[in-house]
């Protein structure tokens, strides 16, 4: 039904049942649409020719995020209201204060945990200097070591809901065994966004210079990662909630024994 508003260009205006239902039609028909999706992926990866996902800040911070990305993110943190967020792999810092700016907008007291195995002294001082940057913790260790389980174990007391977001090295064998090491410590219900899947959808060799490729890379870890475990789901909802994404069929959630 119309709420019969006047617009500018006469068309009807959906009250906000019709809206939310038209709107959870047109979300679905887009994850659906896979030639759409790979017409996204050309783009991501011409885009990657100008190092896109390098030229963005948040409130003055680097951050290596794309922009569909950081909404989801908001729509994310908003409905589930996270008490902890954990990240690997700090770079430059955006990411940890758009963690730290979403809770506090959500009613959220700031609790991130980043951990690295090079935290630098740049990332450190924007973070130091910044004046939104209050309740990031940086640890700097490997993400899969003894030293990050028990930094993530300690920070994650009495935390009811969670998200982990893994970004640092990509290749299967470290995401693998980051999913192995730290999903297991969040409570039940939370969510796991694992970056970089868009690897595998990008041509072999696109990343001459790294040790991630097609076959091995993120969503590989995910799918091994899933295929082993019962209490972790994927959420295909998240997993495609954006066109232009790094995170396509890689938000996990912890369902406890599904």
Not at 18 to 25: G, I, K, L, P
Not at 186 to 215: C, M, Q, Y
């Amino acid at each position: 039904m119309s709420d019969n508003l006047p617009t500018s260009h006469s068309d009807p205006v959906p009250d906000a049942d019709e809206f939310v239902n038209s709107r959870s039609t047109w979300r679905a028909s887009l994850a659906a649409d896979l030639p759409l999706r790979r017409a996204a992926v050309d783009l991501q990866q011409r885009a990657d020719e100008h190092r896109y996902t390098y030229t963005w800040e948040w409130l003055g911070v680097p951050i290596i995020r794309l922009p569909d990305d950081v909404v989801v993110l908001q729509e994310l943190f908003w409905q589930y209201r996270p008490q902890r967020v954990i990240e690997t792999g700090v770079a430059r810092g955006g990411s940890m204060l758009l963690d730290a700016s979403l809770m506090r907008l959500c009613g959220q007291e700031p609790a991130v945990l980043g951990i690295d195995i090079a935290i630098f002294p740049h990332t450190r001082a924007a973070l130091a200097d910044h004046p939104l940057a209050s309740g990031i913790e940086l640890v700097e260790c490997d993400s899969t070591s003894a030293e990050a389980v028990a930094a993530a174990d300690r920070f994650l007391v009495g935390a009811e809901r969670a998200v982990l977001v893994l970004d640092s090295n990509h290749t299967h064998e470290h995401v693998l065994n980051e999913l192995r090491a730290l999903a297991p410590l969040l409570p039940v219900g939370s969510f796991v966004l694992v970056a970089d899947t868009l690897i595998e959808e990008l041509p072999t060799g696109h990343f001459a210079n790294r040790p991630w490729d097609k076959g091995n890379n993120p969503l590989t870890a995910a799918r091994a990662f899933l295929a082993e475990r019962d209490d972790f789901t994927l959420d295909e909802e998240w997993s495609r909630r954006a066109l232009v994404t790094e995170f396509r069929d890689g938000v996990l959630v912890r369902c406890g024994p599904c």
